[in-house]
């Protein structure tokens, strides 16, 4: 069928803004796969309606369908773990490569033949420059220039000069009175663009929610005699509740404490939230936030060792994505994790469970002045089941104290972040996030607590 209204030059305005979309990525709210798809879209929508023009724009119909069908998978992969693995990453994105190669290189023998049916002669073609700036695309991202503004200004003005110059052709083909044959859809462009970004945000979502709860293998919790040891921390002032939750074995290391200090205090993950105390109760006049109760007990022993012990548990609020914690003390000492445990209740049980993933590591940081320190750090990431109640928690370490004389002074912080949905893509581990600092001050905490003790 021939159309009345030659709208050649809209369907290729279509496919270059498609070309921007899935090129330059935009993370705005965290929704740059969205845009991507929608650039994706918008390709199969502008070949599809131009795919009876000749059997070059069909190839490059073909090919625009099995791009965004392989999004849908490298929508899955960058959720997952799996996106870690550089040599995986560089694969898939090879093969976006070369997908958009072929795809370009298809849609220039399309505009050369549309040409060549109206005698309108191409004086430049702007496809093998779009190919060049491809190629550079794939060469820098193995560069140290990959996170360069100045990189991806200069890169971004070109590929949109590149893409105005093939518009520019699609109206040239207008002004000559192209006649566009129109195709006839028994499911409308419209139908096909929404289903797929519904499918692909479904896709995220589902997904984003299996790889960012993490699985945890619970057992009932012990109930531990009241021995002379325990009652004899309590005496020194070590919360009974905390201690109740502690293994024997625990309790055994820290039995010839000489001193006991506790630290708690309530914390909020929204900064504007006020917390007051009345008896013991936490009130929140503004909103019931997300609230957490941090406490650091110290434990002071005769053999130079200082036991250190955060308890945190959730007032307000649940943890059933992929929270992240951090612990760091003195710089100078080494940090050996003891012990580190997540308790629940559910359906009036009380259950206990290791820690996902946690870990004690020496790290590595340059100050202003280009000054290399080494200090220790535990991190790790935890989940909680859903349906549960009393969520809980406990990191213990121990570091040797100084043989120095006097009174020497230590510090210890505990830091937590809270994820509150599962959305993260690309995935990365949340202690990761942590240490990059890339988490908003309202999805993190920190108790900062000070102990002093006297060598002997």
């Not at 289903?195 to 589902?206: E, N, Q, R």
């Not at 293994?247 to 909020?268: R, T, W």
């Not at 445990?341 to 020496?362: E, G, H, V, W």
Request: glycine share 4%; charged share 20%; proline share 2%.
């Amino acid at each position: 069928m021939i159309s009345s209204n030659n709208i050649i030059s809209e369907k290729v305005k279509t496919i270059c803004w498609g070309m921007v979309l899935i090129s330059i990525h935009i993370n705005l709210f965290h929704l740059s796969y969205i845009f991507t798809a929608i650039g994706y879209m918008l390709i199969f929508i502008g070949f599809r309606d131009l795919c009876n023009e000749n059997k070059y724009f069909k190839i490059c119909f073909y090919i625009s369908a099995l791009s965004s069908i392989y999004y849908i998978f490298d929508i899955i992969f960058i959720a997952s773990p799996l996106s870690k693995n550089e040599v995986l990453l560089s694969i898939v994105n090879f093969m976006i490569f070369i997908f958009n190669i072929i795809l370009i290189i298809m849609f220039s023998e399309a505009i050369s033949y549309a040409c060549k049916k109206v005698n309108y002669r191409l004086d430049k073609n702007p496809f093998m420059g779009l190919i060049i700036l491809q190629i550079m695309y794939l060469l820098i991202s193995f560069t140290s220039f990959n996170n360069s503004w100045i990189v991806f200004i200069i890169m971004v003005y070109l590929y949109i000069k590149f893409i105005k110059s093939i518009y520019r052709i699609g109206l040239c083909l207008y002004k000559s009175e192209y006649n566009f044959i129109a195709p006839k859809h028994k499911i409308s462009n419209t139908i096909i663009s929404y289903g797929y970004l519904l499918f692909s945000f479904i896709i995220v979502c589902l997904f984003c929610a299996f790889f960012n709860h993490l699985y945890i293998e619970d057992r009932p919790l012990e109930e531990y005699i009241m021995s002379e040891n325990r009652n004899k921390l309590i005496n020194l002032g070590f919360p009974d509740n905390i201690i109740e939750e502690l293994p024997e074995e625990n309790i055994e290391m820290m039995h010839n404490a000489l001193q006991v200090s506790v630290s708690s205090e309530y914390l909020a993950f929204n900064k504007n939230y006020k917390i007051y105390m009345i008896e013991d109760i936490v009130e929140n006049k503004i909103d019931k936030g997300n609230i957490i109760k941090v406490t650091t007990v110290y434990t002071e022993l005769p053999n130079k060792k200082l036991y250190v012990l955060h308890y945190f548990e959730w007032i307000n609020g649940n943890a059933f994505w992929e929270d992240g914690i951090r612990i760091w003390a003195d710089f100078d000492r080494e940090l050996k994790l003891v012990n580190a445990k997540l308790m629940f209740d559910k359906n009036n049980i009380r259950y206990i469970a290791d820690f996902p993933r946690i870990c004690s590591k020496k790290m590595s940081c340059n100050s202003f002045f280009n000054y290399k320190s080494d200090f220790f750090q535990i991190y790790g990431a935890l989940s909680f089941p859903f349906n549960t109640k009393n969520q809980r928690g406990y990191v213990l370490y121990y570091f040797d104290r100084d043989d120095n004389d006097g009174i020497i002074s230590t510090c210890s912080s505990f830091e937590y972040v809270h994820l509150i949905h599962p959305i993260n893509i690309p995935y990365i581990d949340t202690e990761h996030r942590i240490l990059n600092g890339g988490i908003n001050d309202n999805l993190e905490i920190q108790q900062y607590t000070n102990y002093d003790y006297i060598t002997r």
